[in-house]
């Protein structure tokens, strides 16, 4: 027996003199399920977008606004006295940023002045390539100075001189790459540009859209954070559904996210007037969001406005026909060829080929917004208009609807349905059997939030994803994988939070300005684990439900039979002995035996990952098993605890095999 690193794994393999949980496993049977996929949702919550996996580190760059955000000096400050004013140009850098900040000195003989930024919280500092860029309106004579320094001491860590290109009647772009010489000891630093007054004309220059990058994941441009973007792909994810919830209707019918108004240049991106209580960039657009999936090899379900905004505007029928060519406007660009109207514009920016794309979800958690009229209106017309026109411009592509049969919507032939079960943890194991006997639906999003014998959405949530919640989240999901013949694929959401400012605690990974704060919560070990097991059938096994809960099935890429189980509450906390056989199965066998156990000496239920502390509450161990002389495999499971078995023994390598599900 290899050297265990924990008594607790040892345990793990001591089978207790109780009588075993005789489980076994048919070598035939089942369903095909082509393999359950394992994703999440995106959207510009917590500042998950700008602030978080969209690398951009200037916060408030090209001074956008709306109804709900006015403009605003937000994240700027003077360097040397200088007046800063925002300003509306005669000639804007665009329409779409119509709004310029003018940096002018006090006094004539001020020295070099300028404006600095915080960046959304403070700004990481390191000895690698920053590249960044400004727009200038006014002539200078002269160079300006861009550097990275301490906000709490007179540090620079780095800076460089661009020559001055900027003329009196136009705006001129001004790029530059900074290398920082030492690393800064923490993330409270800010990016400056300074230039001399003397230079001018007056005294002052106008500025916009000013930008700083660090190095990308996979070097795109205007691309994502590289900590977080490998954090999730960690995950093995093989499914994004974008561009997110909420995000996706807008606070009303006029501000939905127009992804038309995501494309092209930065300088023509006018911004979203996000529903989360802060301006969005549009920086994360909707070709970003598409090289997100590429460079991740993901599946899409792509949303599209279905004519309902959050506060309750609902789009008559007569009325609804422009929403829905502007969604098969969206589906052409991201799988038209690059000779059709939209897919001519995905050239054009730079990707010739089509996108992969096999979903499409009309609208988002349409029985909320607008109350009992909305949901009615989505049955009544907005669903069929949809989905009669996606269907036959697109028949190959697989129709999602915005809710469940159990929110009351008979969902039409042809369609997927969405579950989003936000639950306390024993509510996600009541319904471990949910989906045993229920037609098609995605799981869009699920997480635990509520701590048992909580007060519902009238309480708070949860402060992060914490162990019995993860538990419970397994036993879920662990469901929808024994039905996933009807439930192709579960998105976790939302997946990331800003620690600085955030509107949602249950977010599978906590962020900040300093990438040591990046934190993978207890819920992130478990969607690692059984997203790296994928199987291509399930199988029919024997053996009894609760509390331990599981399901059987065989990878045919690998030729493995795969076991995926959770222990809930067990009677006076005992483990539960296992005794696990799959048919064909000989003696002296090898498995692979992965458990997840609370980490905490007194096994909180409550323990969770605090990104202030670093701990981690998930104990991880993996070992071999041999089959016994009866073809079983024995171990056992604690309370509170998840495991997998795979006889294939060089996991985790996910399989990709993924198909639409037509019910």
């Known amino acids: 027996m290899p050297f265990l690193k924990s008594a607790l794994a040892a345990a793990a393999l001591a089978v207790s003199s109780a009588a075993a949980w005789d489980i076994k496993v048919s070598s035939s049977g089942g369903n095909a399920t082509s393999g359950h996929q394992y994703g999440f949702l995106h959207e510009d919550i917590n500042n998950s977008g700008d602030g978080g996996i969209y690398a951009e580190l200037i916060r408030n760059r090209a001074f956008q606004y709306s109804e709900a955000y006015p403009v605003s000096l937000d994240g700027w400050h003077s360097v040397n006295g200088a007046e800063l004013k925002l300003n509306r140009l005669e000639l804007p850098l665009s329409d779409a940023l119509p709004v310029s900040v003018n940096v002018a000195a006090d006094t004539c003989d001020s020295g070099p002045v300028g404006m600095a930024n915080d960046g959304y919280w403070g700004m990481d500092v390191k000895v690698q390539k920053y590249t960044g860029s400004f727009w200038v309106h006014g002539s200078y004579e002269g160079n300006f100075t861009a550097s990275l320094q301490s906000a709490l001491t007179d540090e620079v860590f780095g800076s460089v001189e661009i020559v001055s290109q900027s003329v009196a009647d136009d705006w001129v772009e001004h790029e530059f790459e900074l290398i920082p010489e030492t690393d800064a000891p923490n993330s409270n630093n800010t990016f400056a540009i300074t230039f001399d007054p003397e230079g001018t004309a007056d005294g002052s220059l106008d500025f916009n859209l000013i930008s700083l990058f660090p190095p990308t994941y996979k070097d795109r441009k205007n691309g994502l954070r590289v900590d977080l973007a490998q954090v999730l792909a960690d995950l093995h994810p093989t499914i994004i559904r974008l561009p997110g919830g909420n995000m996706l209707e807008g606070l009303d019918n006029r501000t939905w996210w ?15 007037q996000g529903v989360w209580g802060y301006q969005q960039t549009h920086g994360l657009g909707l070709l970003e969001y598409l090289q997100w999936a590429e460079d991740f090899d993901l599946e899409i379900v792509v949303g599209v406005f279905a004519g309902l905004a959050l506060n309750g505007d609902i789009t008559p ?166 039905n996933a013949d009807r439930i192709p694929a579960t998105f976790y959401a939302p997946i990331l939070r800003n620690m600085n400012r955030w509107q949602w605690a249950m977010t599978m990974v906590q962020h900040a300005a300093d990438p040591a704060m990046t934190t993978r919560s207890t819920s992130w070990y478990l969607w690692e684990l059984i997203a790296a097991h994928i199987m291509t059938h399930t199988l029919p096994a024997e053996g009894d439900i609760g509390p331990l809960y599981y399901v059987a099935g065989k990878n045919e890429d690998k030729g493995s039979f795969i076991w995926k189980g959770a222990a809930y509450n067990t009677t006076d906390s005992a483990p539960i002995p296992v005794s696990l056989s799959f048919e064909g199965v000989e003696e002296g066998t090898k498995a692979l035996l992965t458990m997840l156990t609370n980490a905490e000496e007194d096994k909180d239920p409550y323990a969770y990952n605090d990104p202030h502390l670093g701990n981690n509450a998930v104990e991880r161990t993996t070992f071999v098993l041999t089959a016994n002389e009866e073809g079983a495999f024995e171990f056992d499971m604690p309370e509170l605890s998840i495991a997998i078995l795979d006889t294939d023994l060089n996991c985790p390598n996910p399989s990709k095999r993924k198909r639409a599900l037509k019910n």
Request: charged letters at 25%; glycine letters at 12%; hydrophobic letters at 35%.
């Open 317 to 482: 029928p007569e009325k609804l026909q422009p929403f829905i060519d502007d969604a098969l406007d969206q589906i052409e660009f991201i799988i038209g060829p690059p000779d059709s109207e939209w897919g001519s514009v995905r050239a054009s920016l730079g990707h010739p080929e089509p996108f992969r794309l096999l979903y499409v979800e009309i609208g988002n958690e349409d029985w909320l917004a607008g109350g009992e009229a909305g949901w009615q209106s989505y049955m009544d017309y907005r669903l069929p208009m949809f989905q009669a026109a996606v269907n036959e411009a697109y028949p190959q592509l697989q129709v999602i609807a915005s809710g469940s049969t159990h929110e009351g919507l008979e969902i039409p032939e042809g369609v997927l349905g969405d579950y989003h079960p936000y639950r306390t943890p024993d509510e996600l194991v009541e319904e471990f059997d949910k989906f045993d006997n229920d037609v098609a639906h995605i799981i869009g999003e699920v997480a635990a939030t509520h701590p048992n014998g909580g007060i519902g959405w009238d309480g708070e949530l949860f402060t992060f994803p914490w162990w019995i919640g993860t538990v419970g989240e397994a036993i879920s999901m662990i469901g929808y994988e024994r």
């Open 258 to 272: 127009d992804w038309k108004d995501t494309l092209g240049p930065l300088r023509y991106r006018p911004g979203f």
